[in-house]
C-alpha cells in the first residue's frame, strides 16, 4: 500500500513536471531567465503594421522603429535596417525580448549609427511560430517569404518612409535562424541591401545548396561582391554555428568580399550575462555600430 503511494506521487509528481516543461518551451517559448531590462526614457517607438502581402497571399505584420526627430525633419531621408527574429519569434521580438530600444539609444547618442529607419518583419512562414522548427526563410512549399521581405516589403516601406534609396543604406541582418534568413534572402537581392549581419546563425541549410549562403555567395558576380560589407559573430558555446559561421567567413575572405568576424562568449540559452536574450541584445551593439559605419562611408563616397 505504501509503495503505491509513492508510486502515485512520484508519477503525479513527473506528471507536473512534464506539464510545467510543456507549458514553459512550448506556450511561453523558453524565455529568458534573466532578461536584459529595456529603459523607459529612450523616446523611441514601436509600431506594429499590416500591409495586404501579394507574396504571401494574406495579409502580414512588420514593426517599425522611426528615428528621433523624424515627424519633425520633414525633408531628410534616412539609411534603412531590417532585423530577421529567430525561431519561435515575431515582429516584436527585439522589443519585447532583445531591448533594442536601448541598443538604438546608446548608439544614437554615440553617433555610432545614423538615425536610421528600423523595421522588424515577422518572418513566420504559413505554419505559423513554432519551437519545433525555424522559420523557412526562402520561396517555398509554407510560403514565399524570401519575395516577402527582399522585395515588397522593400517597396512597401520605401513607399511609406522617407528612405535612402540606394542599397548602400539599406542593411538586413538577423539572430540564430535570422541569421541565416538575412543571408539567404540579402544575397538574391543586392540590389536592395549591399550590408548583411548575423548573430549566431548558419550557413548551410537542410532544404539544400539553393538555400544555402555558403553556395549562393559563390555564384555572386563579382560587381555585386565588391558592394558587400558583411558583419559576423557567433558565441564559442554554439559549437556548430560557430564552425558554420568560421567557414562562411573563410569564403567571404577568399572571394574578397569585405567582412568581419567575431567569437565571443557565450551564445543561445536561457540564463547568464553572454546567453540567450542577453548575448544578442550585447552584440546588437556591435553589428549595428558596423552597419553604422557603412552609413557614414556610404554618405561620404556617393
Do not use: C
Not at 16 to 22: D, E, Q, R, S
Not at 155 to 169: G, I
Not at 171 to 182: E, H, I, N, T
Not at 184 to 194: A, E, K, S
Amino acid at each position: 500500500m505504501k509503495l503505491s503511494k509513492v508510486l502515485i506521487g512520484v508519477a503525479g509528481t513527473v506528471a507536473i513536471l512534464t506539464a510545467t516543461g510543456y507549458w514553459y518551451v512550448f506556450i511561453l517559448g523558453a524565455p529568458q531567465l534573466d532578461p536584459p531590462q529595456e529603459q523607459t526614457n529612450t523616446e523611441l517607438k514601436f509600431q506594429l503594421k499590416t500591409f495586404n502581402s501579394q507574396a504571401m497571399g494574406t495579409q502580414r505584420q512588420y514593426g517599425v522603429i522611426l528615428p528621433p526627430g523624424y515627424d519633425k525633419n520633414l525633408q531628410q531621408r534616412y539609411p534603412v535596417i531590417f532585423l530577421l527574429h529567430g525561431g519561435h519569434d515575431d515582429a516584436r521580438a527585439y522589443v519585447d525580448k532583445y531591448a533594442v530600444f536601448n541598443v538604438l539609444h546608446e548608439l544614437y547618442k554615440s553617433k555610432k549609427l545614423p538615425p536610421s529607419i528600423v523595421i522588424t518583419p515577422d518572418g513566420n512562414d504559413q505554419r505559423g511560430s513554432s519551437p519545433l522548427f525555424d522559420p523557412d526563410y526562402y520561396d517555398g512549399s509554407h510560403g514565399k517569404v524570401g519575395t516577402l521581405i527582399g522585395s515588397e516589403l522593400v517597396q512597401l516601406v520605401k513607399s511609406r518612409y522617407r528612405t535612402l534609396e540606394s542599397p548602400k543604406f539599406w542593411a538586413l541582418g538577423g539572430l540564430s535562424s535570422g541569421g541565416w534568413g538575412a543571408f539567404n534572402i540579402g544575397l538574391r537581392y543586392p540590389q536592395n541591401f549591399n550590408i548583411l549581419f548575423s548573430h549566431s546563425g548558419y550557413f548551410t541549410d537542410d532544404s539544400g545548396p539553393q538555400n544555402s549562403p555558403q553556395k549562393i555567395v559563390q555564384q555572386l558576380p563579382v560587381q555585386d561582391r565588391k558592394q558587400l560589407r558583411v558583419y559576423l559573430d557567433a558565441g564559442k558555446s554554439d559549437r556548430n554555428l560557430l564552425a558554420s559561421t568560421q567557414t562562411f567567413h573563410e569564403t567571404l575572405n577568399k572571394l574578397g568580399i569585405e567582412n568581419v568576424f567575431y567569437a565571443f562568449p557565450g551564445g543561445h540559452g536561457l540564463s547568464g550575462p553572454d546567453v540567450g536574450w542577453n548575448y544578442f541584445h550585447k552584440h546588437l551593439k556591435d553589428s549595428l555600430s558596423f552597419v553604422g559605419e557603412q552609413f557614414k562611408k556610404g554618405r561620404v563616397s556617393r
